[in-house]
């Protein structure tokens, strides 16, 4: 007879470790296996203990069934277990939230030196971008989103510069520049390099879900969420910017 286990959590990255125990009623000694379970798992007869640690691709339910015999008789028992599903919770909150997407946005543009990358990349694409904060925030507001990491579709095509190419132009703008695209539809996440020129001050980034950081003349800007209708994607202001900000590279949606 299995003594009773409860269903149990394996948090991705912590080692989950417990005991299984039965007994026979002829008093005959028992073996221990198991017979089913989780890529990584580890079962010992000899103490009955089970250890497993979860990786991140592992998030939901699972099965170990374990088996007891005493030579003549076999049984098995199952224990179920869950992996929470912890892409995007970078800030480790429990929960997937705006400020999730807010910290990817600093990190993407070197604001914020660390994050947990792996948590952080809901594509799948080796790297933290704004498409990536991007997914969060349309997690946000669809609680039942699955990131394309874990093998759900994106919202929108993935780098739709590389199928429908796309023109992204500067223009002045009252004291500033705007930048804009021809086509906004589908792009959720832009990733912008600017060079502002010799000489250039303090410059100020505007436009929906955005974070910047300057170094010298070099601009790194990350922007979720862009204007769809208008195609303007952001404004760049100073007072001492007396040439028009060059564009070194853009990425839209991770292309």
């Known amino acids: ?10 948090e991705p990255t912590v080692e989950l ?6 007994t026979d009623l002829d008093l005959e000694g028992l073996t221990y296996s198991m017979t089913e379970g989780p890529v990584g798992a580890a079962f010992v007869p000899g103490t009955q203990v089970f250890t497993w640690t979860a ?14 015999t005493d030579g003549i008789d076999a049984v098995t028992d199952t224990v179920n277990i869950n992996v929470p599903d912890r892409y995007g919770d970078v800030t480790e909150s429990g929960d997937v939230t705006a400020l ?26 080796d790297a933290v971008t704004a498409y990536d904060a991007a997914l969060v925030l ?8 699955v990131f394309p990491v874990l093998g759900g579709s994106p919202p929108a095509v993935a780098r739709p510069a590389m199928t429908d190419p796309r023109v992204v132009s500067v223009s002045a703008d009252a004291g500033g520049w705007i ?9 959720l996440g832009c990733d912008f390099t600017f060079d502002l020129g010799d000489g250039a001050g303090e410059a100020r980034v505007t436009g929906g879900h955005v974070a910047y950081r300057q170094d010298g003349s070099v601009l790194a800007v990350g922007l979720a969420l862009p204007d769809q209708e208008t195609g303007v994607l952001l404004r760049i202001e100073g007072s001492e910017l007396n040439s028009m900000p060059i564009v070194q590279s853009v990425s839209l949606n991770e292309g």
């Not at 470790?17 to 039965?22: E, H, L, Q």
């Not at 997407?101 to 694409?125: G, H, K, P, Y």
């Open 55 to 68: 990786d991140y691709l592992q998030a939901g339910d699972t099965v170990v069934v374990f088996s007891v």
């Open 1 to 10: 007879v299995w003594a009773a286990r409860a269903d149990t959590i394996a």
């Open 179 to 187: 930048v804009s695209i021809d086509n906004a539809g589908g792009v």
């Open 100 to 125: 999730d997407a807010s910290w990817i946005l600093q990190f993407s543009t070197r604001i914020r030196a660390t994050i947990n990358e792996i948590v952080a990349d809901v594509t799948a694409s």
């Open 17 to 22: 470790s417990f005991a299984v125990s039965a």
């Open 138 to 145: 349309h997690r946000v507001v669809n609680p039942g989103y």
